[in-house]
């Protein structure tokens, strides 16, 4: 039997009819609606129980002539097709790692948008009120936020799962609901995903970002001014802003928002206080602020770092175990006695965590089926691990700048595998700086660590900008550096994979540079085999 449906009646004396809501009971009946059935608060975590349906344009599931539109569960841009896994006999294909932006015909006015949770099977809208229409450009903003961007900040779980879903892909249409009610959160909305299409995915943007900067500006000012209280929305708004300043490559004023982002958590009682997606939104623009300005994260790793009573943490301190007995070989280049004059006790153990973070995450991808799998959450807590790991380093202070190379090294590598705009943006910002403190320090210092100096320098030739000058520095002194006959292009490759294994590697997300790195070697060891333009195409998918 068909379940029944029911409609919900807000009427009192004071209502102004008796058959149609005014706008101000519609917000009531359907705020009422998404804080029953979108969240459910547990013990301080939050539980998603909503699955996403992308943003369609087209009719109205109450008019005629309307088709059922597909699952966001099922949908697959050609780009994701041509990559999607296929499953052979004994065999995971290894899902793709960096996912290009959606491509497709641009739509035509005017697209609606349902006010309703997105979960609801059929669009039950006896006066026509629940949807509302907006023009092209919103409708493309908002549905690049919910299939490139918000999945983006997720990186490695939608990159590792066969499926490509998040823990926190519910939330997304969360957000965008929240902006149909509210001039503040579209604008802030808005502001940042044009930034985003135009500055770090070079998608020219249906619309003006800066127009949504001075509008979300405005209604900032206006939100302040009405004195209402701080919520997490208004914080997330603030973040934003900030975010629209950043992808603009405007890093102060990006870190002037996202200071005022903090003294808002801070008066509502901290971070714990927040939603789960939120938290991870805030420390990920966090880290990369920090990293570009060179300075300490606002945050505290111990603000947000997993307690022990974490389902992951048991099988965390397995894994750290087989890493100290070897039979676990992550990072044994930095954790030998020879190293321990350029790798402190602190950095030791931030290595550690780190090297079991990427233990986990390998077994997630295994498909050995005798393997022991990690729980179900533990691509998500690679994520939180990675974070707090990158801001502890970021916060550290190193008087050997040797040590000091080694961290902004590790810095590097974890935006190149865990991140989406830190291996497109912050990378390359960075590098230069790892070159800067590597020619401060003289070759006989690295007498005993020549190992550890050529791995710092690989991964500056991953993370530099393309054709850059500090580019072809670092792959000259890579080239310097490395031993034997290579005159062959597959024997350098290996070379290169085999140095990099040592410390830390990851094969889906490194395979692409450390190939061209290889190609670049063999040029300049090769007259004649052309120039080192290729290097630009191992970025060009993410």
């Excluded at 029953?36 to 992308?54: D, F």
């Excluded at 966001?72 to 990559?83: C, I, K, R």
Aim: glycine share 6%.
């Amino acid at each position: 039997m068909k379940a029944s449906k029911f409609m919900f009646i807000n009427k009192d004396a004071q209502s102004e009819s008796l058959s149609h809501s005014n706008r101000h009971e519609r917000i009531s009946i359907h705020s009422h609606v998404q804080k029953c059935q979108r969240y459910k608060k547990a013990e301080g975590r939050v539980s998603h129980a909503t699955p996403l349906r992308l943003l369609q344009p087209g009719n109205r599931s109450g008019n005629p002539g309307h088709r059922p539109e597909q699952s966001g569960d099922d949908v697959l841009t050609a780009s994701e097709q041509s990559t999607a896994p296929k499953h052979n006999a004994g065999h995971v294909h290894v899902a793709p790692w960096e996912m290009s932006p959606i491509n497709g015909p641009k739509q035509t006015s005017p697209h609606i948008i349902p006010v309703f949770p997105a979960s609801a099977e059929e669009s039950f809208d006896p006066f026509d009120v629940t949807c509302i229409t907006v023009d092209a450009a919103v409708h493309s903003l908002l549905q690049y936020f919910l299939r490139v961007h918000h999945p983006n900040i997720w990186h490695i779980e939608r990159a590792v799962r066969l499926d490509h879903q998040y823990t926190f892909r519910s939330d997304a249409m969360s957000i965008v609901q929240g902006c149909l009610h509210d001039q503040y959160n579209m604008y802030a909305l808005l502001a940042s995903m044009a930034s985003y299409m135009t500055y770090i995915d070079g998608i020219p943007s249906p619309a003006d970002g800066t127009y949504y900067i001075h509008k979300a500006l405005k209604a900032s000012q206006e939100y302040v001014h009405s004195r209402q209280p701080i919520t997490g929305r208004m914080v997330f708004n603030i973040f934003n802003l900030g975010c629209a300043e950043w992808y603009r490559y405007n890093v102060d004023a990006a870190y002037v928002h996202l200071k005022a982002a903090k003294s808002m958590v801070d008066s509502m009682g901290g971070l714990k206080i927040l939603d789960g997606p939120l938290i991870d939104l805030l420390l990920t623009g966090d880290g990369y602020v920090a990293a570009e300005l060179r300075a300490k994260p606002l945050w505290s790793a111990s603000d947000f770092e997993p307690g022990d009573d974490h389902p992951m943490t048991t099988y965390g301190i397995c894994e750290l175990r087989k890493l100290l007995s070897g039979r676990v070989k992550i990072a044994a280049g930095l954790l030998t006695p020879t190293q321990q004059d350029i790798v402190p006790a602190d950095l030791r153990w931030i290595i550690l965590d780190l090297a079991v973070a990427l233990s986990v995450l390998r077994a997630s991808q295994s498909s050995d089926r005798a393997a022991d799998k990690p729980p179900s959450d533990s691509l998500h807590w690679v994520h939180i691990r990675t974070l707090t790991i990158r801001h502890r380093l970021l916060s550290m202070q190193l008087d050997d700048p040797r040590s000091g190379a080694l961290r902004t090294a590790l810095v590097l590598w974890i935006f190149l595998i865990f991140t989406v705009s830190g291996r497109k943006r912050s990378i390359k910002i960075i590098a230069p700086f790892l070159r800067e403190t590597l020619l401060s320090i003289a070759d006989e210092l690295w007498a005993g660590h020549e190992e550890v100096q050529l791995w710092i320098l690989s991964v500056g030739s991953f993370c530099a900008a393309p054709d850059s000058e500090d580019h072809r520095w670092f792959v000259d002194e890579v080239a310097n550096r490395l031993t034997g006959a290579l005159d062959d292009l597959d024997t350098i490759s290996e070379l290169l994979r085999a140095q990099s294994q040592k410390f830390f590697y990851l094969e889906p997300a490194q395979s692409s540079v450390l190939q061209t790195l290889a190609e670049d070697i063999h040029k300049r060891r090769v007259p004649g085999k052309g120039d080192t333009s290729r290097y630009g195409t191992a970025f060009k998918a993410m």
